[in-house]
């Protein structure tokens, strides 16, 4: 029986540790190379505040256009750090190694999509309401802004995790991946606008935000394995 | 590890550990090789040696389980494992041409992470010791951005003694490794073998072990 367990080990009960090992892992190296994450929160901050410059400063329009425009800001920045989530890993051999390790692949790539929204993701989710404070949207409407990015921008991470692995080892892979994945961002993009949108016209966003976190669940449960199938076709 | 001594029970030394038969690759349209059936037995090395371009890479990768054979099955304690396998995944320590290690963190980090990935997560104090085995205690904390390629080696060698896998696939392990470095790879090869386990390394080097142990195949 011992045998047994040591030639094959039961690694079930291994999704867990797996999880906390990609997260730690990747937050950490996140951390170390903090430029890179401010460039990232520095793009979405830059892109949203260039439309009141092209537009109006006229306060209707800018209300009228601000939660569109705050959340196509957001799917561009979430695009743009995509390619961290397994280029990387893939480049330096690491993504082999976790392909090979005992843990079940799905919990590892899990991980690191957990720590890419919590490095990409949450960043933005704090800072979006203040960069909404150029649209002159009122309270109400900007904290629903945080809560519908809140529950929407760990879906770009999830659907994103799909494309950045799909595009590993590809040459023009950045581009591919915008062509790739923002079809698949558009009903993200229309309930998380509508979300704030309808907390903007007082017709309340509840049902927006009821959908957006039923994609969140979908997501949850599809995109991990996606990825993790993908990142095993890319390294065969 | 104390396999070999409980492990009675599973054939050690009756049955080839690792076995492939009739494999086949080939790299777009040309055909790598084909046919290619061999035996590793527990305490056994296989040398694989060939030109450039041979397949060397492409079949020590399909003995980790990271590339799918084209035809043809390898079977591990007996067993058919295709890629990926998980007991197959349990079983392999697999060095190839990248080193997998992360400019940002420290040597000492770098090998933790390593370990933990394998399942088998080492003390502070197993990292250290290991890390002096290979020479590097000094290097712990430097961030492995500023190692030299065969201090990179090393943290590979490091992490080889730490995983206590029973099969070791590496693709051309005296790279960039020095003198003392390739005396201390045969070395940890050499104690690995006489532990039972088995190994399958991609040279042109000779490694500097005993013959009896060393099964060679040659791939033209």
Known sequence: ?236 | MSRKEDGGGWGYNRHPMLEAKKLAARRGFSRLFTGLSFRVASGEALVVTGANGSGKTTLLRMLAGLTAPEAGEIQWHGKQVGSFDRELRAAVAFSGHLPALKDGLTAEENLASLVALEGSPASRDAIAHALDAVALSRQRNLPARVLSQGQRRRIGLARLSLAARPLWVLDEPLAALDAAGSALLARMVGRHLANGGVAVIATHAPLGLPESRLASLVLS
């Not at chain 1, 401010?38 to 939660?67: C, D, K, M």
């Not at chain 1, 629903?144 to 879906?155: F, H, M, R, S």
């Open chain 1, 1 to 236: 029986m011992a045998a047994t367990l040591a030639i094959a080990p039961e690694r079930n009960d291994t999704a867990w540790p797996a999880l906390r090992w990609a997260v730690a892992r990747d937050v950490k190296l996140a951390l170390r190379s903090r430029a890179e994450l401010g460039v990232q929160l520095l793009f979405y901050v830059v892109v949203a505040s260039l439309f009141p410059l092209a537009t109006t400063p006229e306060r209707s329009t800018l209300t009228l256009i601000g939660p569109g425009v705050l959340w196509v800001a957001a799917l561009l920045a979430s695009l743009l750090s995509l390619p961290r989530l397994f280029a990387a890993d893939h480049a330096d051999g690491t993504l082999e190694q976790i392909a090979l390790s005992p843990y079940p692949l799905v919990a590892l790539v899990g991980g690191k999509i957990v720590a890419h929204w919590l490095t990409t993701g949450l960043p933005l989710v704090v800072i979006a309401p203040l960069v909404g404070l150029q649209y002159a949207l009122d309270e109400e409407t900007l904290s629903v802004l945080a809560a519908a990015l809140l529950i929407g921008t760990p879906i770009l991470s999830l659907l994103g995790a799909i494309g950045a692995a799909l595009t590993l080892g590809l040459r023009s892979s950045g581009g591919l991946v915008a062509l790739l994945i923002l079809p698949l961002y558009v009903p993200v993009l229309v309930f998380g606008a509508g979300a704030v949108e309808a907390a903007r016209t007082g017709l309340g966003a509840s049902a927006h935000l009821s959908l957006l976190g039923a994609g969140l669940l979908i997501a949850c449960v599809g995109a991990p394995f996606a990825a993790a199938a993908a990142v095993r076709i890319a390294l065969d």
